[in-house]
């Protein structure tokens, strides 16, 4: 498997947390809010394209939205490779930190 | 996001960005649309068409390099589709491609003797005996090539050129002197 990006790893638990509102919009809020670093929409729509690409997500219509001057929502959802590769990532690196403190980094010594 | 207000981008703006974007569903002119509500919501409607207008400008680059890409992948498809297409009738375009050939030949050696002819004048009493003299230096006096002087005519009438050779070599170069000329032929210049 190619390893993920930091933020295409990013995009895929935004995308799993969000579920039916899954579309740029609040996937861009969200990791702007959480990273505390704003992330433009080119920033977001550049790796969900990758993602779909290789087929770890996968996308629907909504129905056209006055909001949008009336245009539809591209909906994401996970898929099977997806989560598959998000459990993956989840297990590398919770060993990956395994025994390791996060006051002994903040320290600078273990 | 703010949701109090909702605020359109001028039209024009928008379909520009639908052209530039060229998406199935137009879902990314949507989204800058909510993007541009939020964004007069929060920061003023100056910040936000300057944002807009310069995502819109961001795009361009990108549309010239799409079309180009496009247009280099249509032209290989194009040259795919005809090789197969002459190779499957391998007679038929052999015929084809030999007429072709034969027929624009042809054109260029019937333009050069029309061209050759219409070079030189033929009102004069001696027609047949006017030469055009071409001289051509060797490199460090390449400065002079291209004219000829009136010396090299005295070549000619001094005798020291013999006329007959000269005639010789019209009949055959004639219309390809510069074909002659350019596997080093000698010009008559140069012989002298």
Redesign the interface.
Known sequence: MNHLTRSEEYILLAVWKLQDEA???PIQ?RLSEISGRPWS?SSV?APLERLVKRNMIDSS?SEA?????G????IYKLTDDGRQALLEIQRVGQTMWEGISAAALQRGEI | ?NQNH?H?PPQWA?RLLELLIQDV???????????Y?ALVNSSGLRAARRWYFG?LLRLVPERIGARIYWNMAMWRNYLTVGRRNLLRNRVSSTINLFGLSVAIASCIVVFLFVKDFATIDHFHEHAERVFMVNHEAEPPFTHLSGGATAEIGLLFTSGRVNWRFAEAFWLISGPFKAFFASFGCATLASRA
Do not use: C, I, V, W
């Open positions: 579309y740029t919009l809020e929409l729509y219509l939205r006055a909001e949008r001057g245009r539809p929502k591209r | 996001m909702h359109q928008s569903a137009n879902t990314p002119a949507g989204d800058y649309e909510e993007y509500s995502q």
